[in-house]
């Protein structure tokens, strides 16, 4: 009994052996398509996009390793996902926020895009039906070639990028747009209550006068804010709204008075901006 049960843990002994050596010799080596997540800002909310980035590798990539005419997972590895925090406009067309695959149809002279419901879907289990959004686009040539494949976020601004896929010599671009003015403008509507408060007056005055809203309301309540607490740099937006407003002898007078705290408080930047001000000012009241 007791050489049974000595063969038996030696077996057990040995068994455990070539486990812990199974897992000291894994080898942990580059990945030839390395993971890649680039997040953006956008709007009121985030586009985020997780994908993987096969590189060229000498191959011919179009036509040859990703034909032409047949679904590709635009990546490599598991599905390239987008993730979208609040509601967009993809080429024209509404997608609601949330996480999508993403999927492609390369041609020659037409790619078909499609942002698909399921996140985890690939060439194997990809589904039409599951589509939450499909549009045409043309690609273009590029001056050089791409050697990883890139999707990019380009051309960013408050409410529209453009998103780029480029491998290769080829580039596709398509649009993204957010709403984000009725939003913001109800924001605005619930926090200006009977409370006196200079900082939220002219954090709306200034986002009236940057996104040419209602002008004559920013002068009201970037007003109120200079009452309650002067700023150089509330003075500057005043002084500025009064400019569009026509109102040049009282914009000089409001940027000169913003030049002065600015100087007082060593902010050149400040000090250019007012004295730049003034002297559009003095040239528009002649």
Do not use: C
Request: no cysteine.
């Amino acid at each position: 009994m007791k050489a049974l049960l000595a063969k038996y843990s030696a077996a057990a002994l040995i068994a455990v052996g070539i486990v812990s050596i199974a897992r000291a010799q894994q080898l942990n080596t580059p990945q030839l398509s390395p993971a890649a997540k680039v997040t953006q800002a956008f709007g009121l909310g985030e586009v985020t996009v997780s994908y993987s980035r096969p590189a060229m590798r000498g191959r011919v990539i179009f036509g040859d390793l990703v034909p032409y005419g047949a679904l590709w997972r635009t990546g490599a590895n598991a599905a390239t996902r987008f993730t979208f925090t609040d509601e967009v406009i993809i080429a024209g067309k509404p997608l609601p926020k949330g996480e999508y695959s993403l999927f492609t149809i390369p041609g020659q002279t037409s790619w078909t895009i499609i942002f698909n419901k399921n996140p985890n879907a690939g060439t194997w289990n990809y589904k039409q039906e599951e589509d939450a959004l499909r549009f045409e686009v043309k690609p273009e040539t590029l001056p050089t070639p791409v050697e990883s494949f890139t999707i990019n976020f380009a051309e960013v601004k408050a409410t529209r990028m453009v998103v780029e896929l480029m491998w290769e010599k080829t580039i596709v671009r398509f649009p993204i747009e957010t709403e984000v003015d009725s939003k913001v403008m109800a924001q605005i509507e619930r926090m200006l209550d009977p409370k006196r408060d200079a900082g939220l007056y002219y954090q709306i005055a200034s986002y009236l006068y940057e996104n040419d809203k209602d002008i004559v309301r920013a002068y009201d309540l970037i007003t109120k804010s200079v009452e309650l607490q002067p700023q150089y740099w509330t003075l500057h937006l005043k002084a500025k709204i009064e400019h569009r407003l026509g109102k040049y002898k009282e914009a000089i007078a409001t940027a000169e008075r913003s030049l002065s705290m600015a100087r007082e408080a060593n902010n050149n930047d400040y000090v250019r901006l007012n004295e730049k001000l003034i002297a559009e000012a003095k040239k528009s009241s002649k």
